[in-house]
C-alpha cells in the first residue's frame, strides 16, 4: 500500500484520518509539532504501519524529512480557526500560507503523486444572495485571516503547472464537529451540546446565520475519497465536503439538541459580530465521487452528550479542549 504524510495528524481531525487510513492498509507517517500534545495518537506507536515525525513546517529540512518515501500527502496542519488566527498572525501566515507552498513544493520535487489540501468553506465569506447556495465557482470572498491563508493556498495550487508529478487537490471542510481522540469543545455543536449537556445557560449570538456541518469521521473520508480516486476526476480541482442537507442556522442546531436535552436553557443575544453567513452545496463531490456522509448533526449531538453526561472527560472545560 502507498505511505501517506498527515501533517497535523495529531489534530482533531487528523488523529482520525489516520486510524481510517491503517485501517485500510495504509502505511502512515505523522508530521506534527504536538502543539496540543500527542495523547491523541500516542497509542499509534505500537502500530506496524506508523510512523511519527516530530518538526515545524516553517523548517525546510524537518519538510524534507517528513516527504522523504512518501507517495501522498493530506495537509491539514495549520494555525485552525479564525480565533486563533487572530491571536497568532504572524505564525498563520508562515505555517497556514507559506509553510504549505514549502511543503508542496519540496513534495513534488521529492516525486510525491498526491496532495490533498485542507481547506475551508469559510472561504465563502458572506452570501450575496442570502436564498442562494453557493457552490465551488461562486466568488469567494474571505472575512478572516484564517480563510485568506486557505484561498491564497488554494490559487497557489491550482496554478501550478498540469506536467508537476504532485497533483494537488483542495478540499473546502464544512464546519466540523463530533468525537476524536483530540476533542475540541470550541466548536459550535461540541460546544452548545457540552453546555445545555451540563445544565448551563447557553447564550447564543448570531442564531440567524447559515453554516454547513460535517462530522469529523465523513471530512477525514474525504481525504481518503481523493487518494482513491483516478487523478483525472480530482487532480487541480475544488470540492466542498459536506451534505446539502446538513446547512444549518445556530437556531436549528440548538433546536436538534433540544430533543435530547429538552430542559436546556437558552438565552439569544442580538449581535451580528460574524459576517460569516453561507449555505453550500455539495453536488458536486457527490456526483464526480460519489461520495455521501455517513453522520449527521443529530447523531453527533447524541454521542457528545452521552460523553459528557458519562463523565468521559475528566473536565469539559479544560484549555487543552480548545484551539484559543
Not at 111 to 128: E, I
Not at 193 to 222: K, M, N
Request: proline share 4%; aromatic share 10%; glycine share 6%.
Amino acid at each position: 500500500m502507498e505511505k501517506v504524510l498527515v501533517t497535523g495528524g495529531a489534530g482533531y481531525i487528523g488523529s482520525v484520518l489516520v486510524r481510517l487510513l491503517l485501517e485500510k492498509g495504509y502505511n502512515v507517517r505523522v508530521f506534527d509539532n504536538l502543539s496540543f500534545g500527542g495523547e491523541s495518537i500516542v497509542d499509534l506507536l505500537n502500530h506496524d504501519r506508523f510512523e511519527f515525525l516530530k518538526g515545524d513546517m516553517r523548517n525546510e529540512d524537518d519538510l524534507k524529512k517528513a516527504v522523504d518515501g512518501i507517495d501522498y500527502i493530506a495537509h491539514l496542519a495549520a494555525i485552525v480557526g479564525d480565533p486563533a488566527c487572530r491571536k497568532f498572525p504572524e505564525d498563520a501566515k508562515a505555517i497556514n500560507l507559506e509553510g504549505s507552498k514549502s511543503l508542496y513544493s519540496i513534495a513534488n520535487e521529492a516525486g510525491v503523486k498526491k496532495f490533498v489540501f485542507a481547506s475551508t468553506c469559510s472561504n465563502y465569506g458572506k452570501m450575496d444572495d442570502p436564498e442562494a447556495y453557493v457552490n465551488e465557482d461562486s466568488k469567494l470572498a474571505p472575512v478572516s485571516l484564517y480563510a485568506e491563508t486557505k484561498v491564497a493556498v488554494e490559487k497557489y495550487l491550482l496554478n501550478q503547472p498540469k506536467t508537476n508529478n504532485c497533483k494537488p487537490t483542495s478540499l473546502r471542510f464544512s464546519t466540523v464537529y463530533g468525537l476524536s481522540p483530540r476533542p475540541r469543545f470550541d466548536l459550535t455543536v461540541n460546544e452548545f451540546t457540552r453546555e445545555l449537556a451540563l445544565g448551563r445557560e447557553l447564550v447564543i449570538f448570531g442564531e440567524q446565520f447559515w453554516r454547513p456541518y460535517c462530522h469529523v469521521v465523513d471530512l477525514s473520508r474525504s481525504v481518503i475519497e481523493v487518494f482513491e480516486a483516478d487523478d483525472e476526476a480530482v487532480a487541480y480541482d475544488v470540492f466542498n465536503v459536506g451534505d446539502t442537507d446538513e446547512n444549518y442556522q445556530k437556531e436549528m442546531i440548538v433546536n436538534e439538541i433540544l430533543k435530547v436535552i429538552p430542559d436546556g436553557n437558552i438565552k439569544y443575544v442580538q449581535k451580528d459580530e460574524d459576517p460569516r453567513d453561507y449555505r453550500v452545496s455539495f453536488d458536486k463531490i457527490k456526483d464526480r465521487l460519489g461520495f455521501k456522509i455517513t453522520k449527521r448533526v443529530p447523531d453527533g449531538i447524541k454521542n457528545i452528550k452521552q460523553a459528557v453526561v458519562d463523565g468521559f472527560f475528566h473536565d469539559p472545560d479544560d484549555s487543552r479542549f480548545s484551539n484559543i
